[in-house]
């Protein structure tokens, strides 16, 4: 250790001039520089519902007019997630909870680089939800319910999994063998059977006030 | 499942005309329209060095330079991503590679987005760097050596890490008593005795190539 000098400029201490050490304290860029940058506000916007529901059409819908209006966006999902940074993570109920605190984690750091982030799992269980609200900044996090109806969801099926998993091919299915706790006070609450899904993205626009520039 | 329709568009049948559902696949916004309306390529710059070799301060003056020219960064390191997503791991091997496979997974996820991204990690593994450069597209990844001798980094010992370690109160420290792997060609070798913080910064621009705007 060198002298009486804070330890977190000592690091550097040997390589530049005590004056530049404190300079370059102030110019680390933060935050509200790299928001400012990107002319937007950070935003994380949390769409969760049932497999099925239709989140994933509504996140590409929202991002499709965010873009369009100069916004920079990204989507965090099951197809970006579960197989990379998640894809050491199973459907038991303690993997779940890791999976939404990695994505929560994930999607601080996205609105902390200055990105409107939209997340899209069905992450069903309402602490979880809440708990990634708390790691976001004050009115950052916005949970949107894609309330779509359990028997529409086992209707349309995209995937078959509904049928699978009544079959009991597929354990630990949401709505079948699996909780889905509703959202209680969402932000935003989507009932999908009531619209296309660019009228349920015009929502979330009209909420998050975006839509006017 | 409706009719002879692909499975991916199924999902969307029930709320819009089949004419939309394609068009909806054409407005998905992809990585080369994140990376336009940021005016620059992603990239992932990915320092490598002991502790106490003048990472974080290299990695600051490099953001500070990159923010002023206006592009759109974000430094991922120990601070942001050990505290964070990071905070179930340890520092066994196993738990460095899980550490590093997870930052690695981040980048890509933020450079998909259009970011500039600069990790900051020890990274004392040179399989698990190799790892990191897979995940990137082609020229994407940027390995930039922080070579620091040990002797110097002892010698400062900013957080007196290097200390505790040689006292036993720190078990697995990289160089005392957990290895460092050499990078064998990294894109950028940085002799951190030769150079100001900024000099080093002004290496790796030129090795990227994006002072010239």
């Given at each position: 250790m060198i002298g009486g000098h804070d330890a977190r400029f000592a690091?550097?201490?040997?390589i530049v001039t005590p004056?530049?050490?404190?300079?370059?304290?102030?110019?680390?860029?933060?935050?509200?520089?790299?928001?400012?940058?990107?002319?937007?506000?950070?935003?994380?916007?949390?769409?969760?519902?049932?497999?099925?529901s239709g989140k994933?059409?509504?996140?590409?819908?929202?991002?499709?007019r965010l873009h369009a209006l100069g916004y920079h966006t990204y989507i965090l999902d099951g197809d970006n997630i579960r197989h990379g940074l998640n894809r050491d993570l199973s459907f038991s109920d303690a993997?779940?909870?890791e999976n939404i605190r990695r994505v929560a984690e994930v999607a601080k750091l996205m609105a902390d680089a200055g990105l409107i982030v939209i997340v899209s799992f069905i992450s069903p269980f309402q602490a979880d939800?809440?708990?990634?609200?708390?790691l976001m900044e004050n009115?950052?996090?916005?949970?949107?319910?894609?309330d779509t109806p359990l028997q529409e969801c086992m209707r349309r099926d995209p995937k078959g999994l509904y049928r699978r998993?009544?079959?009991?091919?597929?354990?630990?299915?949401?709505?079948?063998?699996?909780?889905?706790?509703?959202?209680?006070?969402?932000?935003?609450?989507?009932?999908?059977?009531?619209?296309?899904?660019?009228?349920?993205?015009a929502e979330i626009l009209q909420y998050i006030d975006v839509a006017r520039s």
């Amino acid at each position: 250790m060198i002298g009486g000098h804070d330890a977190r400029f000592a690091e550097t201490e040997s390589i530049v001039t005590p004056r530049q050490e404190i300079v370059r304290q102030d110019l680390q860029v933060r935050r509200e520089q790299r928001a400012a940058i990107k002319r937007q506000a950070p935003r994380v916007i949390w769409l969760t519902g049932l497999s099925g529901s239709g989140k994933s059409t509504i996140a590409n819908a929202l991002e499709s007019r965010l873009h369009a209006l100069g916004y920079h966006t990204y989507i965090l999902d099951g197809d970006n997630i579960r197989h990379g940074l998640n894809r050491d993570l199973s459907f038991s109920d303690a993997d779940r909870v890791e999976n939404i605190r990695r994505v929560a984690e994930v999607a601080k750091l996205m609105a902390d680089a200055g990105l409107i982030v939209i997340v899209s799992f069905i992450s069903p269980f309402q602490a979880d939800r809440d708990m990634a609200r708390t790691l976001m900044e004050n009115g950052e996090f916005i949970e949107v319910y894609v309330d779509t109806p359990l028997q529409e969801c086992m209707r349309r099926d995209p995937k078959g999994l509904y049928r699978r998993a009544l079959m009991g091919e597929i354990k630990q299915f949401t709505g079948i063998s699996s909780a889905y706790e509703a959202p209680t006070k969402p932000d935003v609450h989507l009932k999908t059977t009531t619209g296309a899904p660019s009228d349920m993205a015009a929502e979330i626009l009209q909420y998050i006030d975006v839509a006017r520039s």
